[in-house]
Antibody, heavy 116, light 108 residues
């Protein structure tokens, strides 16, 4: 059974940093693009970033470029999102998803709250 | 970036009725790379349709997708109680991939 489990969310002050993790199981992690998608409270979905199977390509939505870094460790079946210079508008539930187009598998999400 | 406009914002219907949800793109969606998701409170989205009209595994056949170019439709032929939720369209044919703002299907 495919499972994606996010962790690392929490309350952080504006300008602070946070690192999210996504632990994958039930499939060959290194064979898939992986993505992060976020959802602000009561709002819609926004794609954030994606990374190629071997980590050689990364893509970001404009609003996080230069602040967020997606990475992966295929030996640990894990996906990461390093978030720096956080802003109030980054407050959201962050989901990891398998793939880079449509998403069959999603984690349950981890809430990031940016507030003083 | 392709902007997806979903309509209506809210659809009030009774169980057994037919639901028709629209997703209009600001530019043509490449290869009809359009997906539909259902989301219930506190849960991640659930993929319903990909490639504009292909049902995902395990999705009941009362859900169907159609359209091409800039106009797409999700139809639920007969609403079941568990279908009342928010529905999102997503285009993944052009970078960045984008989502619509959602349509809430509520019980009338």
């Amino acid at each position: 059974e495919v499972q994606l489990v996010e962790s690392g969310g929490g309350l952080v002050q504006p300008g602070g940093s946070l690192r999210l993790s996504c632990a994958a199981s039930g499939f060959t992690f290194g064979s898939y693009w992986m993505s992060w998608v976020r959802q602000a409270p009561g709002k819609g979905l926004e794609w954030v970033a994606k990374i190629k199977q071997d980590g050689s390509e990364e893509y970001y939505v404009d609003s996080v470029k230069g602040r967020f870094t997606i990475s992966r460790d295929n030996a640990k079946n894990s996906l990461y999102l390093q978030m720096n210079s956080l802003r109030a508008e980054d407050t959201a539930v962050y989901y990891c998803g398998r793939g880079s187009g449509y998403y069959v598998y999603w984690g349950q999400g981890t809430l990031v709250t940016v507030s003083s | 970036e392709i902007v997806l406009a979903q309509s209506p914002g809210t659809l009030s219907l009774s169980p057994g009725e037919r639901a028709t949800l629209s997703c209009r793109a600001s530019q043509s969606v490449s290869n009809s790379f359009l997906a539909w998701y259902q989301q219930k409170p506190g849960q991640p989205p659930r993929l319903l349709i990909y490639g504009a009209s292909s049902r995902a595994t395990g999705i009941p056949d009362r859900f169907s997708g159609s359209g091409s170019g800039t106009d797409f439709t999700l139809t639920i032929s007969r609403l079941e109680p568990e279908d009342f939720a928010v529905y999102y369209c997503q285009q993944y044919g052009s970078s960045p991939q984008t989502f619509g703002q959602g349509t809430k299907v509520e019980i009338k």
